[in-house]
Every structure is written in C-alpha cells, then in structure tokens.
C-alpha cells in the first residue's frame, strides 16, 4: 500500500501540486434483507481504490480509479493535477490550509463480536426470528427488516509526511411492521425507522432484541389503522430519542456544517442560517437546556474515528453550550477563515470521493434531573411523538416538517391512546428555544443514520447522534388536510 | 455507439458467468457497470471542487435451485472473478428457498439506441467543463449576482450476461448542469439543463436564465400559507412524477399494496399522460435494464386514468406477464423502477400558464420533498430559487419560501393547463422529460424567512 500512496504522492509532486493526499480505501459490505417472512436479499460485497486529492497554485483538482497500479497511480496524479489546473482558470481566491501536526498512527473500531465471522446462517436465523414474529400478527400486510455491516480499511497519506491507517466497522439492523386497510397504511419500526446503527460488531445487533419488540410493535402497526387522527394545534411535545435524534441531525447537524455557511453547497444541499456573525454574537440557538457537541471520540458512533480524512484528529467541538451557538463543523481549509483550527469533521464516502464537511456524532446531551419517564409524568396535557416516518426542512435549515409513525396522547402525566399521522412543523431556533425539559442519561441512547446525503457527485455519509429525550412547549402539530 | 467498452464489459460479465457455473449453481447472471464520470463545481463565482472517477462494479446473482446469492466486487482479474462466484454461491447455499422463484430472465430483442451515446461528452475533458463553468459564471457577472452550480459527464457502459442466454451490452453518456444564481440581498434563481450530448448544454444562456431570477426575486415578501392556485415550472414538476414513480408506479408496489395505481383509476386531468419510455431520444436513453432485459415503453397514466406499471422478472412472473424491462441491479427489496419517465406536453406557452392564475404562485422548483401518507401519495417539501405571486395573471413580485402538504393525486387532478415546451432533466434516479403545468389547488402549509 506504502509502495502505492508514495507514488501517487511523489508523481503529483512533481507535476505541479503544492500540497497532496491520497486515501486508499478497500470497503467490504454485507446486507440481509427479509420481506414477510422471507429472505429476499443476501448479498457481499467489496470494492477498492485510490483518490487522489491535490492543490495546485491554490486551486482543487482530484481523481481517482479502482486501478491499484503504479502506472494508474501515476495516470491519476497527473489526471488530478491537470483537474486543479482546469479549477485555476474559474479561481478567485486562492485555498489555504490550516497548520496541523503531520498525523501518524493507527485505529480500529473496538468489536465484542466481529460481525464478518459470525456465521451468514446465524445472522440471517436472528432477523427471520423477529421478521416472522411480526409478520405473524393478523392485520400485518407486510413486513421488511434488514441487517447490514460495513468495514473499511483506509491508509491516508500526504506530502507533509501524514500516514494514518483506520480499521472502521459499523453494523445495523431493524425490523418494520406495515399495516395496510384501503387507502390507509400505518407503519411501526424498531429502533427506528431505516434500523438502528452503530460503530461496533454483532453485539451492538444482538442488544437490539428485535425478536423480543417485534409483536407489540406489528400489534401497535395494526391498531394505527383504526385510531384516531393526530388532532391540529398548538401543543406540548415530548420526543422519544428515536425521532429526536433527526431533529438534531436536520436543525443542529447539517446548519453548523461551516461549507455550508460559506456556501459551496449552495447548488444542492443548500447553505445555512448559521452565519458567522451568529457565532460573534453569541446567537441564541436553543434553551438554556440545549447543549449539543460534535463528538468524534463518542463509543459506539458512527462518526467515530482515529483521524478525519485530511488527518486531523478525533475531538470533541461544542457546537450550542447553555443554548448559545458557539461553533461549526470544519475543516483545515474553512476553519481559519474564522480563527480557529480544523474541527475534524471531514469525511469521504469511500475512495472515489472528495471529503466534505460531514457530521461526527452530533449529540445532544443528557441533563439530570428528570427522566424522560418523570418528563412524561411531568406533563398535564400534550402528545408523546416517536419514530420518525418523514422529514423535510428548508434549504438554511429554518422551517422544519417531520411527521412520526405514532403520537401517544399525554394527560395528566400519563401516556393514553395512539392517534395516527401526527406531524409537527416550526422553525428551528424557536423550536429549540422551546425545549423546557431534557431527558437524563437514563434515556440517552447512540443512535444514527447510514444515509447523510451531500455533495455533488452524491455522497452518503454515516453519522451518529446521542440523545436523550426532551419536551418543547407550543409546538405547531397535524399540517395538511387529512 | 462505443461498441469496444461494452464488449469489453461484456466480456467481463461472461467471464465471472463462467466462474458462477464453474461453482455448480443452477442459474447465474453478471452485471457489469463501468464508469468515467467527472463532475466540476463552482461556488461564489468560482471553481472550488473538481473530480474524475474510473470504476467499474461486478454484480453476480446466481441461484442454487431456489436460493438466490448476490455478491459484488470492484475486481476484474480472473483471481477477483474466481472469488465473487464463490462469495455468491456460499450465500446461495445458505438461504432459504423463495418459493415464487421464477427464474432469470430469457433474452429478449435489445435494439441499442444510437441518440444514447455522443462522443463529445465522452471525450469531455476538465478544460471543457471549467470553460462551461466560467460562462456561467460570467452571466452571473454581468447581472450582478452569485453563482453555484456544478457539470457532470459521464460516460456508462453496462453489461448483462445470464445462463438463459442473456447477452446485453451498451455504452451510453449522459451530462447536467445545475446553476443557482443568489443576489446581493439574498434572491435566487435556479436553472438546469440534462443532455446526451454535453456540447448542447447551453451553459451561458442557464447562466442569464438563473441570474436574471435572482435579480427577480430580490426582496421577497411573505404570504400567507393556505390553497393557492400554482403553475410549477419543469424543475418543479419533475418532482411530482419522481415521488408518483416511487410510490405508486411499481409492480411491487402495487402487489405489496401500498401504492395508489390501479388499472383504470382515474387520478389525474384529461391532460395528464405520462409514460415511461428509456428509448425516447428526448430523454436521456437507456434501452435495457440491470437484469439485461429490453425497455418497453409503459403507459402509466393516459388522459388522467391509471394504465400501467413497470415490471422487473420477479414481480412480472408473480402477475404472469412479461417484464417490461425496469428491473434493477440485485438484491432489489424496492422493486421495479420507472427510470425514464414523461409526460405528454400540452398547449399552453409558459405567458399562457401564468396568464391563468387570477390569484396564484408561480414556483421554480421543490427542495427536500418527502412522502408524509405514501398511498394517499401525501408529500411535504419546500419551494426554493424563485417563488413569485401572480395576480391577474401577471407577475407581482417575488414571496419568501413556502411550505406545502400536498397530495401529488389531487395535484395530477387538479391539473388544468399543461406547457407545450418541455425539458429533459435529471431526476430522483433516471430522467425525465417534463412540461410546465398550471394546477387549481395546493395547499402551503407554512412559511420560512428567505
């Protein structure tokens, strides 16, 4: 691999650009999927190959191939640097990069259990366990559960002398009961809709007790069919982790990403209401309650790592403290231009990607105090969201709609009956400003998403968020005509 | 045509086929997809990223009386092949059997598409995208604004080779610029053009079309949400047939009963005729699909009324007609895909369509749109990049972005005025080829400060 990386390195060097990396990355996937009973998908696979990313008078270039050869090493640097000289004739400010100590070392993702050696017949034995049990519930139309686990192994080397080996497993998997009478279709996952994700090996699967949760939750799918519609109004809201922690992801996680603030994903993703002066003025973001962090070293996230994709090391940034916005994710290019360092949050999806600014584990952290058990007995009158069903929120990440799988209606401190297809909608400051209550370290669970999008071309990021669960007051519930 | 990439591809396909049947498995099938795509992008007036990308991906499905292995690889050496075979045959050994197994699909009449290929985006060079990139950005100049956007090229070719006798190789190219344009208060505008050939993208012109909407909506205003009366531009209308083709076009869909589609339900206007079509020259062709079957052209919707749905082998067999050639790459839970889809123009100029709206929103596009009731094909999503109110059907001004929640059904229902100039775009997955409409009913269901 050295042999590899010292070429591509060595060639672009002597085509032209001022500063290199290359990131070999071999990926192995495996994934199980099980429709109602039956196994309809098992599938392996691998894929492996170089990225070459070079700066040439100030300007981008990058290619890359699944070619592992000293002449495609050598075609791909030369492919890079005549990519930056093309960005040199659009260019108006030359690129930067922030002073950070070469990195060198090595780091895997602890495993109790490797997911890649325990037997295909026993992974597959587990998720038709929970599959049938939920698909044997009279009134279940169908059911879908999935089991996938990634590896990577990626060498990372640059010409200031960097060279980073990183071993990173994450596994997932999930069950999902679909319930469906007529024009009406109600569905119930668990942990979360998409399944739920981690950094780690089958025993992050194991503890996940699908086949224990799969019948309440067909049984729960099939009464949504017959409950009551999510009433319309201003409400008291109480959000389980498994819909908060997209809450943070949209409103907290995609807004303090600083490309976005600078606007170089305006054409797609968009940019964000985040800006700059925000930071100087000491925005209020949320709650005195609201403290969220993007933490890289978090056990068990998927955006755990040893060093981020241009070498920067795992750390932890506080993003809101005591309610107030106080700093982004970044990276060693964007990060001086507000007077600080890189935050490590640069992350490629695989080798024939550039790494952009993504999310690390973006965790809003527990406050003691109350449980979300007492946050529930501390409400008189309000609705208790869980599961996220939809999401969509505006390009600078203000105006907000997500709707959940079920609303359990909260009186007098007691979760009551389900009411079907609640949604919720506001604007993310006054929304976070809202929150008058967060849940303590009983409730807070590592939960995540395999599928961040962003970028041009398109990448998929994998990212982690803590939560707890938390309540926000006078919250705008049940939008559109039913 | 670029016949030697595709029979390279294909050679490929047969090779790992060859290894699948060395492993004693019943039924076996390679697909080979292989890449040169680059992608140039510029952000405040300037290139900022600019990639290239070779790769290929081997998918190998073989099945073991019943039980069916994929396994996938990067790898084209005969060691790599040797290994993908036996990694998907030890997962078809240890499967369960899927009763309803119909077998791989025979070969069919592939007829390539030549209007698929071009040789100038194939040959597109870094040099030519930045030159796209700078007159793009040269419009913005001159009108006083900031602009985004990327130039993708690419060039594809795929391979399909089963033990049924499927042999279907092509190579075909496809391109996309994408433009956001913002003004000094914070206006933006939006334009986008897809094409086989990258030489017929006019980058200068999308570059005028996106400034001059910035300039337009310069000090936007709010407005009430509540039903409004709405022409939605192409870029906008793409998104209703991408949500409609997701949710409800599927065979598996409709056997899996959570879509909308039924033969001879009537869900849209006499206007509305969509179809899906992969050998239309106007879209961006595709004539075979990941399962090497030739692409029929599907009705789904004529003159409003539900007539058909897109089928791969597993979902045809199930329904006992043929496959209609939308199948996608293996293991595929999500089912058949509408990858081309379009719809029939109509015959009003985009002046006509606004001149209709006694009191209405004239919206560019949607942005981050997502299914709140799938079967009732309930969707929510934001407008962005130019949203005006129209009175009397002209032009007031500029609004601040809007939130709707919507049912994509009511809108095809609603549908009263259809363009008669269409434009090729690149959707959720595929392509499509789209008019401008004009809609009675859509429901804004909030607001936001840009």
């Not at chain 1, 994700?197 to 089958?202: Q, T």
């Not at chain 1, 009158?381 to 869980?386: E, M, V």
């Not at chain 2, 990941?290 to 067999?317: H, M, N, P, S």
């Amino acid at each position: 691999m050295r042999n590899l990386t010292d070429r591509a390195l060595d060639t672009a060097t002597a085509r032209g650009a001022g500063y290199a990396d290359v990131r070999v990355v071999r990926r192995l996937d495996e994934s199980i999927a099980i429709k109602t009973g039956r196994v309809e998908g098992v599938a392996s696979g691998e894929s492996e190959g170089f990225g070459v990313r070079v700066l040439v008078d100030g300007a981008w270039g990058f290619a890359s191939s699944h070619v592992m050869t000293d002449a495609e090493a050598d075609r791909i640097a030369g492919e890079a640097v005549r990519i930056a000289r093309a960005s040199a004739t659009a260019l108006r400010h030359q690129t930067r990069l922030d002073d950070r100590p070469p990195a060198h070392g090595t780091y895997e993702t602890p495993l109790g259990e490797d997911p890649f050696t325990v037997p295909l017949e026993t992974k597959i034995a587990d998720l038709l366990a929970a599959d049938r049990a939920a698909a044997g519930i009279k009134g279940i139309a169908f059911t879908e559960s999935i089991y996938a686990a990634q590896r990577e192994w990626k060498t990372f080397a640059a010409t200031d002398g960097s060279l980073t080996e990183q071993v990173i497993t994450h596994v997932g998997a999930g069950i999902e009961a679909n319930a469906v009478d007529g024009d009406e279709h109600q569905r119930r996952s668990y942990p979360d809709s998409g399944g739920g994700w981690g950094a780690g090996g089958y025993e992050v699967i194991r503890g996940l007790r699908l086949a224990e949760r799969a019948e309440p939750l067909a049984e729960e799918a099939v009464a949504l069919l017959t409950a009551p519609q999510c009433p319309s109004g201003r409400f008291t809201i109480v959000l389980d982790p498994s819909q908060l922690y997209l809450q943070v992801h949209e409103s907290c996680g995609h807004p303090t990403e600083l490309d976005r603030v600078f606007g170089t994903e305006a054409s797609y993703a968009g940019t964000s209401f985040l800006t700059t002066d925000k930071l100087d003025d000491g925005f209020r973001y949320g709650s005195d309650l609201v403290d969220i962090v993007a933490d890289a070293t978090a056990p068990g996230g998927m955006g755990t790592f040893g060093w981020d994709d241009e070498g920067v090391a795992a750390q932890s940034v506080s993003l809101v403290r005591n309610g107030i916005f106080v700093g982004y994710l970044s990276s060693r290019e964007t990060a001086p231009r507000i007077g600080r360092q890189s935050g490590g949050a640069m992350r490629a999806d695989g080798w024939n990607r550039i790494p952009l600014i993504r999310m690390t584990n973006i965790n809003l952290l527990p406050k003691p105090g109350m449980s979300l058990d007492q946050i529930v007995a501390d409400t008189d009158d309000g609705l208790y969201l869980a599961s996220n069903r939809s999401w969509s929120i505006d390009d600078r990440r203000l105006n907000f709609q997500f709707a959940t799988e079920v609303a359990y209606e909260i009186k007098g401190g007691k979760k009551g009956r389900l009411l079907k297809n609640p949604t919720y909608t506001g604007i993310t400051y006054e929304f976070w400003r809202s929150c008058d209550a967060v849940g303590d370290e009983s409730s807070y669970v590592m939960l995540g998403t395999p599928n961040c999008g962003k970028g041009e071309p398109g990448q998929t990021g994998h990212v982690g968020h803590a939560v707890p669960g938390a309540r926000f007051r006078n919250v705008q519930v049940g939008v559109g005509k039913w | 045509m670029n016949d030697d990439r595709a029979g390279d591809a294909l050679a490929i396909a047969a090779a790992a086929l060859a290894h699948a049947l060395r492993e004693g498995v019943t039924e076996a099938e390679a697909l080979v997809m292989a890449e040169d795509s680059a992608l140039t992008r510029f952000a405040n007036s300037e290139i900022h990223q600019n990639v290239a990308e070779t790769n290929i991906t081997i998918n190998l499905r073989v099945v073991v009386g019943k039980r069916v292995g994929v396994a996938s690889t990067g790898r084209t050496d005969d060691e790599g092949l040797r290994r993908l075979a036996g990694n998907a045959a030890a997962i078809a050994r240890v499967v369960e059997e899927l009763d309803d197994w119909s077998g791989l699909p025979g070969p069919t009449e592939i007829v390539a598409v030549p209007a698929g290929f071009n040789r100038a985006t194939a040959d597109a060079s870094p040099e030519f995208r930045a030159e796209a990139a700078r007159a793009v950005i040269a419009a913005a100049d001159d009108a006083g604004v900031t602009s985004y956007g990327s130039f993708a090229t690419s060039l594809e070719s795929m391979a399909v080779a089963n033990s049924n006798g499927v042999q279907a190789g092509g190579t075909r190219t496809t391109s996309q610029l994408i433009t956001v344009s913002m003004g000094p208060d914070g206006g933006t505008g939006y334009a986008e053009a897809a094409a086989v050939d990258a030489s017929t993208i006019d980058a200068a012109a999308l570059g005028r079309e996106a400034a001059a909407k910035a300039r337009a909506t310069a000090n936007a205003v709010s407005v009430e949400p509540g039903d409004y009366s709405v022409v939605l531009e192409e870029y906008a209308v793409v998104d209703l047939l991408d949500m409609l083709g997701y949710l409800g076009f599927s065979a598996l869909a409709v056997q899996e009963g959570r879509s909308f589609a039924q033969d001879g339900k009537r869900i849209g206007s006499d206007l509305v005729t969509i179809a899906d079509d992969g050998r239309d020259p106007a879209g961006l062709p595709l004539w075979f699909d990941f399962e090497g079957v030739a692409k029929q052209r599907v009705r789904l919707v004529e003159r409003g009324v539900c007539r058909g749905i897109v089928y791969d082998a597993q979902t045809a067999a199930r329904d006992g007609v043929a496959s209609t050639g939308h199948g996608l790459p293996a293991p595929n839970p999500y089912g058949p895909f509408p990858l081309n889809m379009v719809m029939e123009s109509g015959a009003s100029s985009r002046e006509d369509l606004i001149a209709g709206l006694d009191r209405g929103l004239l919206v560019t596009r949607f942005w981050y749109t997502n299914p709140v009731h799938p079967k009732l094909a309930i969707v929510t999503g934001m407008t962005r990049d130019g949203t005006f109110l129209v009175e009397g059907g002209k032009i007031v001004g500029p609004v601040r972005n809007l939130r709707f929640t919507q049912s994509y059904l009511d809108a095809l229902a609603g549908t009263v005025a259809v363009g008669r100039e269409r434009k090729t775009l690149k959707g959720m997955l595929g392509a499509v080829v789209v008019p401008a409409v004009r809609i009675d009913g859509w429901t804004f269901t909030g607001t936001t400060e840009h």
